[in-house]
């Protein structure tokens, strides 16, 4: 099993402990709850695990209620702050890791049930094992395993399942990940801006018809409409944007006094394209996903795709309220679906 | 069903401009301007999707019997003479367009037709037809032509960032709704609602499925698209969008050099794990650099990793089949 490496480089290995069935007209699959194309069995332990500086446990709950602001209530799936357990605990989103560059940090998955979650660490490049991506290694079902990481860049992240990937992100299994450089929080990078204050912009659309899949739809065949997104409900760092409550929600939006720089910190984490208009502030963009720009931009508005993240900051000086819109946009037709809303009110 | 024609054009006739034989574009620099020609016949027929369903499609192919969706890749260097010769097989009228470089008129049903132009500034070119809108463009009428600069073999433009070895890959997005009224001679009523993904022309399989590890099906190992270098070996890949859908194209185990967007260079060179990619021949270059994956610890020097749209809808096939989409894989060797 140490030669794990040699065969997802020469992958017909991989492909012959794999199960059969799906593909080539569907059918088949002899998987827990009769997945295909997950691949528990290639788990082993992570070999290459040293003495950590900081540990994440994480475990599953994929029975998280949300209530929108219409009243209807969706299923939320996510990670839950320590792990074991079965269901219970969990939160949309997930809790955050925050973390200083250079630090060696475990993440410890613990799916407690039959079936199949990884972490990803979005935007962080660890070694392939420590990656979480199922079929380059191995998915996670009824077992524990640690991810090792050491981040080299300060800046915004996230992380979120990767698999089923298409159905397991949107039903929200992911949360914020941040790299402070070793100068702490207050500075965005070493040797970079300081900033007072942080709000955290992560938008992302909701279609509630997936919200009612299996953890496994579509992986044998069969059409369960995973290749169309049509979203009913706009989220901002996990609540309802569409109308005032995110407006009103700490770390969203906030009051500040003149002077203060606020550094927002942006994540596109829908599917669809998104634009992200300032409300009549100019920011400064610094970083965009966790590398430091070699000159920065000033931005009104920024446009953003699936998994892109933009830290901001604003120099807070001339009093007002300012309106943040972020436009949902269709990736075909370009029509905006649906806007979220947030706030920077300056006295 | 016609059985798709892999590259397999002989390189007769054509003047050390190396036509994709490999997945990697080979390439040798020239002192001088050459003549480079290359026939297309213009073929269709029909490609099966992962969950079984047949879709017709229309090719710039390299045979009259193949069928080729993207064409052929096209590598010739600034001041070159590309003479390109079209053979329309079929009894619909079409075209061979390049956005700003040529465009070979009508080339009506049974026509031949040769045009010929000189390479222009050095970058990352569609070829595509347009004679009807988009839609032949979208039956898979598209292909990637790289103009290197003259006399270097390790730029994408003279004084950009260097790299080794480079590569196209073509994304693409299909709705058979609208591939079926096409076929039958209609115009497309529907909103158009992509089903099925490719890269380069091909689905991935992940590991266990129908066609898994053949580089012939399996977009994660076809040479033309799976990246393979060792640390150090600065790959350039050329990214174009045929689809209408607009992508987000993420790389695991390193971020990319963003050097261009719809042909612009850009003003400073970014780091991106992310890049927004535009629907409607929406162009990228960047570079992967294969560095040692910065947050590995120990420090990893070999390894695999996917490239995948993170506009996750392109992972799947037919509604469902995740991993049957757009991705490929990634191998520090």
């Known amino acids: ?347 | 069903m016609k059985r798709r024609d892999f590259l397999k054009v002989g390189s007769a006739g054509i003047a050390s401009a190396l036509v994709g034989t490999t997945g990697l574009i080979s390439w040798s620099r020239r002192a001088h301007a050459a003549t480079i020609s290359k026939t297309f016949y213009i073929t269709d027929g029909t490609i099966t999707m992962p969950d079984g369903a047949d879709v017709y499609f229309r090719g710039y192919s390299s045979s009259a019997n193949g069928l080729d969706v993207p064409g052929e890749q096209l590598v010739v260097q600034e001041g070159d003479t590309v003479r390109i010769t079209l053979v329309n097989t079929l009894n619909t009228t079409h075209n061979f367009v390049i956005d700003g470089v040529v465009d070979s008129g009508a080339i009506g049903g049974g026509q031949s037709k040769t045009v010929e132009f000189v390479a222009g500034n050095a970058g990352t070119y569609m070829y595509h037809d347009d004679r009807n809108g988009e839609y032949n463009r979208l039956l898979g009428m598209h292909g990637g032509m790289a103009v290197m600069p003259a006399g270097s073999s390790d730029e994408l433009y003279s004084g950009s960032p260097t790299f080794v070895q480079q590569y196209f890959w073509i994304f693409h997005d299909i709705d058979p709704d609208w591939h079926n009224a096409l076929r039958n001679g209609s115009t497309p009523s529907s909103q158009y609602e992509p089903m099925y993904f490719t890269l380069n022309g091909l689905f991935a399989r992940p590991p266990g499925a129908p066609g898994a590890m053949d580089p012939e099906v399996d977009a994660m190992v076809d040479p033309r698209s799976a990246l393979h270098g060792h640390v150090g070996d600065r790959t350039l890949v050329r990214i174009l969008n045929a689809g209408k859908a607009a992508q987000s194209v993420h790389t695991h185990g390193n971020h990319m050099e963003w050097l261009t967007e719809n042909g612009q260079i850009r003003p400073d060179v970014w780091k991106k794990d992310c890049l927004y990619l535009d629907g409607n021949m929406g162009a990228l270059d960047v570079i992967y650099p294969f560095e040692v994956p910065p947050d590995s610890w120990p420090p990893a020097t070999k390894g695999a990793y996917p490239m995948h749209l993170h506009s996750e809808m392109s992972q799947t096939a037919g509604g469902g089949l995740y991993m049957f989409g757009a991705l490929t894989d990634i191998y520090f060797e």
């Open chain 1, 1 to 347: 099993m140490f030669n794990v490496l040699e065969k997802s480089l020469n992958r017909p290995a991989m492909g012959m402990r794999s199960r059969d069935g799906g593909g080539g007209g569907g059918g088949g699959g002899g998987g827990m709850g009769g997945a295909c194309y997950v691949y528990p069995e290639n788990l082993i332990t992570n070999p290459n695990l040293v003495s950590p500086d900081v540990v994440y446990q994480r475990g599953i709950d994929m029975d998280i209620p949300m209530t929108m602001d219409d009243g209807n209530v969706v299923t939320m799936w996510g990670f839950t702050d320590g792990g074991g357990g079965m269901g219970g605990g969990g939160t949309f989103p997930s809790p955050a890791m925050r973390v200083r560059q250079g630090q060696i940090v475990h993440t410890v998955l613990d799916v407690n049930m039959m079936w199949a979650h990884t972490i990803h660490h979005h935007g962080i490049e660890p070694h392939y094992y420590s990656d979480g991506v199922g079929h380059i290694t191995w998915d996670v079902q009824g077992a524990s395993y640690t991810y090792q990481w050491r981040p080299a860049h300060a800046g915004t992240y996230f992380y979120h399942c990767h698999t089923n990937t298409v159905l397991h992100a949107e039903m929200g299994m992911y949360g914020a990940l941040i790299v402070d450089p070793p100068e702490g929080i207050g500075t965005l990078y070493s040797g970079g801006p300081t900033y007072d204050t942080e709000l955290f912009w992560v938008v992302d659309e909701i279609d509630s018809n997936w919200h009612r899949l299996a953890w496994d739809a579509g992986t044998c065949g069969g059409n369960v409409g995973l290749h169309s997104l049509n979203p009913d409900y706009f989220i901002i760092t996990g609540v309802d944007g569409s109308g005032s409550t995110a407006m009103n929600a700490a770390a969203i939006s906030g009051t500040f006094q003149r002077g203060t720089k606020v550094l927002a910190r942006y994540i596109c984490a829908g599917y669809h394209p998104q634009r992200i208009r300032f409300g009549g502030l100019t920011g400064t963009v610094h970083i965009s996903d966790g590398r430091v720009l070699p000159n920065a931009i000033q931005a009104t508005e920024l446009r953003a795709h699936s998994g892109e993240r933009y830290d901001v900051i604003f120099d807070l000086d001339t009093r007002g309220e300012y309106i943040i819109e972020t436009d949902i946009i269709h990736w075909v037709s370009g029509e905006v679906l649906g806007t979220t809303r947030s706030r920077i009110t300056v006295i």
